[in-house]
């Protein structure tokens, strides 16, 4: 299979990975949620080419993750911003810090650090299970089938 048949198949996380598997799309997504909204500030920020940039920028207005929206009309100028759709992939982004703070800082630590505006404390994003509020630990889950999975039929060469 290719990369790019990647979002073809009946699995939620390689349908996610179509979007954002690619070494670019979460950064901007970071740099979206830390208040960047305009393409030069995102260009200057996390220094990719012009071309790149434009390209995930259009996959993400595509898929409904970021949108455009004019800023200026004279020369035309857009912003974007998160959709519903893309405030969803904060926990992933919350996620995906924990696990660089914990595993991959240098000994200064982190260069991050998250305070919760409504209590005022520093805080770290927590995986709980939504009816009981237990954190989440892998050993403590198990994946059953789900009614929108569906199974190709065999081949006649793998029968």
């Given at each position: 299979?290719k990369w790019d048949d990647?979002?073809?198949?009946?699995?939620?996380?390689?349908?996610?990975?179509?979007?954002?598997?690619?070494?670019?799309?979460?950064?901007?997504?970071?740099?979206?949620?830390?208040?960047?909204?305009?393409?030069?500030?995102?260009?200057?920020?996390?220094?990719?080419?012009?071309?790149?940039?434009?390209?995930?920028?259009?996959?993400?207005?595509?898929?409904?993750?970021?949108?455009?929206?004019?800023?200026?009309?004279?020369?035309?100028?857009?912003?974007?911003?998160?959709?519903?759709?893309?405030?969803?992939?904060?926990?992933?982004?919350?996620?995906?810090?924990?696990?660089?703070?914990?595993?991959?800082?240098?000994?200064?630590?982190?260069?991050?650090?998250?305070?919760?505006?409504?209590?005022?404390?520093?805080?770290?994003?927590?995986?709980?299970?939504?009816?009981?509020?237990?954190?989440?630990?892998?050993?403590?889950?198990?994946?059953?089938?789900?009614?929108?999975?569906?199974?190709e039929p065999e081949s006649?060469?793998?029968?």
């Amino acid at each position: 299979m290719k990369w790019d048949d990647i979002g073809t198949l009946n699995c939620s996380v390689a349908r996610a990975l179509a979007v954002l598997g690619d070494r670019w799309t979460m950064l901007i997504l970071r740099n979206a949620f830390l208040g960047c909204r305009r393409f030069d500030a995102f260009q200057a920020q996390l220094g990719l080419t012009r071309h790149v940039l434009a390209e995930r920028l259009a996959r993400l207005v595509d898929e409904g993750v970021l949108e455009k929206r004019a800023y200026q009309a004279r020369p035309p100028r857009h912003e974007y911003r998160l959709t519903d759709k893309g405030r969803d992939l904060y926990p992933a982004l919350l996620a995906l810090l924990a696990w660089g703070d914990r595993w991959k800082s240098d000994a200064a630590g982190p260069p991050l650090q998250l305070r919760h505006r409504h209590c005022g404390k520093l805080m770290r994003a927590v995986t709980v299970c939504s009816e009981c509020g237990e954190p989440l630990d892998p050993r403590d889950v198990q994946p059953e089938i789900a009614p929108g999975r569906h199974v190709e039929p065999e081949s006649p060469e793998q029968a």
